[in-house]
């Protein structure tokens, strides 16, 4: 079976920078991705790790131990419109299984 | 990347009846799946649809109530069959290349509710 777990919810002040956690239990792996999802739109990719590590791109940074079941997104310089859920999805046997989504609520 | 456009984008139905999305990529992709999204609930994964072959179901799921199509690599189908309002939901078609590109595209959405 596949589980995901994720914080439900999360705020943080404009400018700081937030960590949300993923911990995952799968029957096989191959990725873990990071979706940005605001209300009413669809999800948009963010970064994934196959490999542990961590991988920057801009602002936004993901990081996973495989050893671990773990992963987290980091975001920095946070910005009124990262407010929004955060979605880490495991990719395996070419499916993505999807965690229950953190809602980031950034306030000024 | 793929731009993945979705119709209809919301409908109202009636109970018992049944409602067929359409799912449209702009380029050829070797996976297409179907999610459901609850109001302010993550992503379930109803199947995998299969170019040329039956589609794979997840666990809850069963191709009499959410049968499949994917005749080409570029179009799929989900009907929502024999409908009741808790089928009254989001319903999120994706596509993408593999893991190696990493990222899953999606479309905008299908808001179905069921009276």
């Known amino acids: 079976g596949q589980n995901i777990d994720q914080p439900t919810e999360m705020t943080a002040t404009e400018g700081a920078i937030v960590q949300i956690n993923c911990t995952y239990q799968?029957?096989?792996?191959?990725?873990l991705f990071w979706y940005q999802q605001h209300a009413g739109e669809a999800p948009t990719f963010l970064s994934y790790?196959?490999?542990?590590g961590l991988e920057e791109k801009g602002r936004f940074s993901s990081f996973l131990s495989r050893s671990k079941g773990y992963s987290y997104l980091l975001l920095k310089e946070l910005q009124m419109k990262d407010s929004a859920s955060y979605l880490c999805?495991?990719?395996?046997?070419?499916?993505?299984?999807f965690g229950s989504g953190t809602k980031l609520n950034v306030k000024p | 990347s793929a731009v993945i456009s979705q119709k209809p984008s919301r409908d109202i139905c009636q109970r018992g009846t049944s409602l067929t999305i359409q799912c449209q990529v702009d380029?050829?992709?070797?996976?297409m799946f179907w999610y459901r999204q609850q109001p302010g609930q993550s992503l379930t994964l109803i199947a995998t649809?299969?170019?040329?072959?039956?589609?794979?179901?997840e666990s809850g799921f069963v191709i009499d109530k959410f049968p499949i199509s994917r005749p080409n690599l570029t179009f799929s189908t989900l009907t929502v069959s024999n409908m009741s309002p808790e089928d009254s939901s989001i319903y999120l078609c994706?596509?993408?290349?593999?893991?190696?590109?990493?990222?899953?595209?999606f479309g905008e959405g299908s808001r179905l509710t069921v009276l």
């Open positions: 994706s596509a993408g290349q593999g893991a190696n590109t990493g990222e899953l595209f």
């Open positions: 799968t029957s096989g792996f191959n990725g």
């Open positions: 790790n196959v490999l542990d």
């Open positions: 649809a299969n170019q040329g072959s039956e589609a794979t179901y």
């Open positions: 999805a495991a990719f395996n046997f070419n499916k993505f299984y």
């Open positions: 380029s050829q992709v070797t996976m």
